[in-house]
């Protein structure tokens, strides 16, 4: 079955020591998104890859990176990561023009 | 500015019994909905999207939804709870109806199902 699939499940890093986050798709979708979603909270888009097109939100922090080398893999990279951004990640993609965007499981990661 | 507001963050249900998930919108042009469930520790899963179709909306697991432009509603209903359906409900709203990354969430209503 085609879908969204995200590495490692559980990530747990040091604080201020960088962590990388993996995505993948087998969709063959346009367009990939990097959400952030803390306990009892809802998503929050940090930013997403219309093709090769980074588009950042406007509050994402400049700790969080992202990068997209082909279509099926995407990156998000925290540089020095505090306290606040342990959290649930979630990836996710959607075709071109369309409005569904399907999710990863998501990676929680707990910093120390 | 698009906004969404889930009204209950915490609905608790018995087995059988009518489930009522309710979310509206503001949008200043015709928006698109969604219904996403998590379980715990899970990503999201579309159950039903509505796109200027059909205003009552069949999705998965037996849900569905109705938009009621005058009320700029888009409530989640089931008609007999199951115990499977425990999980937390995201409402969501398109600004432009693309995938250009505006997919607003509602802040997420929590449901339990009672045996």
């Known amino acids: 079955d085609a879908m969204v699939i995200q590495n490692p499940r559980y990530q747990v890093t040091q604080f201020g020591k960088p962590v990388t986050l993996s995505c993948s798709q087998t969709?063959?979708?346009?367009?990939m998104y990097w959400y952030q979603q803390k306990s009892s909270q809802a998503p929050k888009l940090l930013f997403h890859?219309?093709?090769?097109?980074?588009?950042n939100e406007a509050d994402t922090p400049d700790n969080f990176q992202s990068r997209r080398p082909n279509t099926s893999f995407c990156f998000l990279d925290i540089r020095s990561p505090g306290l606040g951004d342990a959290a649930m990640y979630l990836c996710?993609?959607?075709?071109?023009?369309?409005?569904?965007?399907?999710f990863g499981p998501g990676t929680r990661l707990l910093v120390l | 500015a698009q906004s969404v507001t889930q009204l209950g963050s915490h609905v608790s249900v018995s087995e059988g019994a009518l489930v009522l998930l309710r979310c509206n919108y503001s949008?200043?042009?015709?928006?698109?909905l969604f219904w996403y469930v998590q379980y715990p520790n899970q990503g999201l899963q579309l159950l039903l999207k509505y796109t200027s179709a059909a205003t009552l909306v069949k999705g998965i697991n037996g849900f569905e939804a109705e938009f009621k432009k005058s009320e700029t509603s888009f409530h989640l209903t089931k008609p007999s709870a199951h115990m499977s359906d425990a999980a937390e409900y995201f409402c969501a709203v398109s600004v432009d109806g693309g995938s250009q990354g505006n997919l607003i969430f509602g802040k997420g209503t929590k449901l339990s199902v009672k045996p």
């Open positions: 949008s200043s042009v015709p928006p698109y």
């Open positions: 890859y219309y093709d090769k097109d980074f588009n």
């Open positions: 996710a993609a959607s075709k071109v023009n369309q409005e569904t965007q399907y």
């Open positions: 969709l063959n979708h346009n367009v």
